[in-house]
């Protein structure tokens, strides 16, 4: 059925009954502002990222954790039963209430509980409005036996903090008020909070709840205490089959009819899916898990307002705590948007991006109002053109490419002439270094004060690969558009030449850096994939060979591909401890789910085999129901079994690897190609 919503990620009372397992498992929601929702299958928070509302008060920017926990417990004549589970200081837990969890499920994109006990069975759902920072939590008796009055008690706990700090207890002094029986507002200086029951009213009891214990903090290094403030409770009659709950919203009003929301917000989910089946054939026949990230996908658009005040769109790098990257948006924008069938939302965040260029240059990541840009990337210019080729491929409408023509010109001008941090094109060999001491400007960025941990000073190889296709990209543009193109393409026939220089006379693939301090650096690091999987190769078959077997046999997991590997004596195989130690081992034998789709297209260009290739992509189905749920991670262990790490729920991953399996899929029915598909032989 068009547009029908996945539903195979499940859980049973195995799962939901081991609070270990449960708490592994974490839901994620997005209300298209950049703020979110997100806690565990067991109820637990484990993050200090996890509640109900975490909502940015400077869209996408300033998100601050303000509705934090919902905890339910049921009524039933003298027996209470908690439906929540906490942890404590001390590493106690209580209540235990996930161990009445029958079930819990994904239906779409919302998390749905299902509770259990004797003849009572109760279901929870948890949404977030799109487009408002306005979150729902809806409980309903489903079980018909239960003839007998029953009541929810909610108790209600609310913050103020910036989601990535702890609370003081000290600096949150709400003015709390009660307009309604059934409504509070909770104001502070910089938000006004309000809570509303649907089928109830609140009983005020205010109070500090101290010391929750958070897991995955302690194991990322961090204060893993938090405390939040209760208002009191909820007080919520439970008829058989009636939806019942609480709204709460920074917005003055907010639909209280639980049902209209629900529905709304799955109708929304079944809009994308069908709305991605009309314009992309290939989503109409696709695997289940390939629809869920389709749904996925739009979790990471974000609205973003521009300088002078008027509508733009970007991309939410990651949740919980990234921002709008420049890098990580052109990265994904192809998986987000083209593959999905929104080449109008591409369009946007391209043009959205196009305000900020400046010297030839995308900034790292979009400023909030009144703040600078910083342009310390050299490679979110180069995807920012893959991203403008994408897209015009995928539409056979000119005006796409007018509108790109004079802005990837000004890149390809500045970077042929220098721009910042030493970016520009050496005329002897056509290739492109860049860097400064101190300084790291490609996507392996983590640095510690001073201390650049994968310094990558020199003529980076997919840097170079980038390059290449940036110049055979707006020399294709400019055929299209009756111009010239013999500038571009003879500055690509020098870039391929020089671009020999990279190969290793060992015949383990390609150097990871020429002319670098210390001379070429024969690091095995995945960054040599790209210059197999771009559209435009600078290599011959034979080299694109190599390169994918050594990156086949050294980096390649399940997940993706390793960022070192084994071998090297800098190789890091898992991924843990604090914030130093997490940095310095960033880029020193994580696998990144990203690559995985580029590897995926690079298995198809050498080989020529579609099914064959996407079947790389197969493993990811598994992990959905992992981690993340219905997303998928940052970035795994270097080491088996390869656990997941890092932010749950990624763009690039996700984009990439949906990228891949349409284009591949695609490929794998009778031609005519599509424009977007590589074709098997190299292309200069």
Known sequence: MSGELPDFIRCGRAIC??????ERREWWLSNGLGGYAAG??????????????IAPLRPPLDRRLVFAKADATLIDGDRHIALFSNRWA?????????????????????PVWRFAIGDLVLEQRIWLEPGANTSYVAWRLASASAARPLQLRVRLLVNGRDHHARTRMADFQPVLSAPDPAVR???TSAFTLRLWTCGGVIQDGMSWFENFDLPVEHERGLDPCDHHFCLGEAVLDLPFGVWTGVVASLDEVADLD??????RFRDRDRLLLAEAEAHVPEWRSAPDWTRQLLLAADSFIVSRPLPDGSPGQSVIAGYPWFGDWGRDTMIALPGLTLAT???????????TYARFIDQGMLPNQLPAAGEEPAYNTVDAALWYVEAWRATVAASADVAPLTEAFPVVQEIIAWHVAGTRYGIGMDANDGLLRAGESGTQLTWMDAKIGDWVITPRLGKPVEIN????????????????LGQSPVLYDDLADQVRHGFRRFIRPDGKGLFDVLDGPDGDDASLRP?????????????????????????????LTSCGLRSLTPRHADFRPCYLGNVRERDSSYHQGPVWGWLLGHYALAHYRVHGDAAAAQAWLEPIRDHLSDAGLGTVSEIFDGAPPHLPRGAPAQAWSVACILDAWQRLERLTKPPPPHPLSLPPEATG
């Open 17 to 22: 009954g081991d609070l270990l397992q449960a």
């Open 40 to 53: 565990t299958v067991a109820g637990t928070l484990t993050r200090g990222y996890h509640g109900l509302l």
């Open 90 to 110: 001390g590493s106690v837990v209580s209540p235990e209430g996930h161990v009445h969890l029958e079930s819990f499920h994904l239906d779409g994109r919302m």
């Open 185 to 187: 507002r909770i104001e």
């Open 258 to 263: 639980l049902t209209a929301a629900m529905q």
């Open 341 to 351: 069938g929104r080449a109008d939302l591409a369009r946007r965040i391209l043009l």
């Open 465 to 480: 690969a980038l390059w290449y296709n940036a110049l055979r990209s707006v020399a294709s543009f400019a055929r299209r």
């Open 527 to 555: 960054n040599q994939i790209f210059a197999v999987s771009l559209h435009h190769s600078p290599l011959d078959r034979a080299t694109q060979y190599t390169v994918l077997r050594v990156c086949g046999q050294e980096l």
